[in-house]
């Protein structure tokens, strides 16, 4: 497989995967197997490094998944008109002390819509100390951007792009 540099991959990734917001997460059980929920996320890019966060519910379901096999899926799909497909295969870690969840809150409630938000508006997150809130930090290993001009134009439009850090080769 043909391995594009972080450099390209990781902005094309953090843009198309902001613009769309909502992923499907995928977690797996001690068992193998999966369960999927959609998130809001927020990718940060600053010019060497890429960090996902999702405001999350804590729950005893999602803490053993995280426990077991620390590595997630986030998949995004605009199937409206573009037809842009990303993919971003992490390391996630479910951050549940105070400093990050406030940290967390405040990263969210702070950033323009739509991909900002007020945790307030989700039922029981109250506030960044409520039981129920904390923040899961994406640490991706591996990326992937299909724009859907790609496939529109049998690829004579748009550039198909994937990324795999060397260490998890």
């Known amino acids: 497989m043909t391995t594009d540099s972080f450099a390209d991959t990781a902005p094309a990734f953090a843009e198309m995967a902001n613009r769309m917001v909502y992923a499907t997460l995928t977690t797996v059980d001690r068992r193998g197997r999966p369960r999927a929920r959609i998130v809001h996320t927020l990718w940060e890019w600053d010019g060497t490094s890429l960090v996902g966060w999702v405001g999350s519910m804590v729950t005893p379901m999602k ?24 993919v971003a295969e992490c390391r996630a870690e479910l ?75």
């Open 63 to 86: 803490q053993a998944h995280l426990r077991n096999n620390p590595y997630v899926s986030c998949n995004y799909w605009d199937g409206v008109e573009a037809y842009d497909t990303c």
């Open 95 to 169: 951050l549940l002390d105070e400093r990050s969840k406030r940290e967390g809150w405040e990263r969210f409630r702070s950033t323009p819509p739509p991909l900002g938000y007020d945790p307030a508006i989700i039922p029981g997150w109250d506030s960044p100390d409520s039981p129920t809130w904390g923040v899961m930090r994406l640490a991706p290993w591996f990326l992937r951007v299909f724009p859907g001009e790609y496939a529109k134009t049998n690829g004579q439009r748009g550039q198909v792009r994937t990324w795999r850090d060397p260490a998890e080769s």
